[in-house]
């Protein structure tokens, strides 16, 4: 009897340790080169500003840990602003060609901008592979300015998560606690 009390014990704890992760994944992803992609389809810009519909950053980020995501943080550190008084960039953020949300950029702001967009699971690309695209919506009028996106030294960055795993019931730990009592109760009792 004790010898099959004790194997079930031990089965209980081994179907604990091998329950799937708790809570939430997040990868973190670094908009850099040689994959950034910026567009300014018109021409005669410097490096990665923008001010005109449909100008947009984008990195596609292959072999993530996610095979969905359901939250994006985007940080985006502004290195050069020149938009004149009043002006402002609008943005729609996309994730694998899914809008997820929107922002501006008003004159004079600098440094890292942080938005957070939570949405219905997107599933990833091929190679749990998800692409941020962060498009322009509006245009600045002719000589009042653009802004432009750092991405030297993991000054711009996304976070990507899934909300909503699997998480162990309570009754898993109750299985975990009761077998490690039976084979204390067991050893107990072998050392009378």
């Known amino acids: ?47 990665n500003h923008i001010w005109i519909t449909g ?40 994730l694998n060609s899914t809008s997820v949300g929107i922002f501006s ?13 939570l949405f ?8 749990n592979a998800f692409d941020i695209k962060i498009l322009e919506t509006n245009t600045i009028p002719e000589g009042e300015g653009s802004v432009s996106m750092g991405i030297l030294e993991q000054q711009s960055w996304a976070k990507l998560l899934l909300e909503g795993e699997p998480v162990p019931e309570p009754t898993s730990f109750l299985l975990l606690g009761t077998g490690l009592g039976v084979l204390c109760l067991v050893a107990w009792r072998r050392r009378k």
């Open 1 to 47: 009897m004790q010898i099959r009390t004790m194997r079930f014990s031990i089965l209980l704890i081994v179907g604990f340790l091998v329950l799937p992760a708790t809570g939430a994944r997040a990868d973190i992803l670094n908009f850099s080169s040689p994959d950034f992609i910026w567009s300014h389809p018109s021409g005669g810009a410097s490096p």
């Open 120 to 127: 219905s699971p997107i599933a990833a690309a091929a190679g």
């Open 105 to 117: 950029i008003a004159s004079g702001s600098t440094g890292l901008i942080s938005n957070t967009f």
């Open 55 to 94: 100008d947009f950053w984008e990195q596609t980020f292959s072999g993530t840990s996610l095979g969905a995501a359901s939250l994006l943080s985007v940080n985006i550190f502004v290195d050069d602003n020149i938009l004149t008084a009043g002006n402002h960039v609008d943005l729609d953020v996309l």
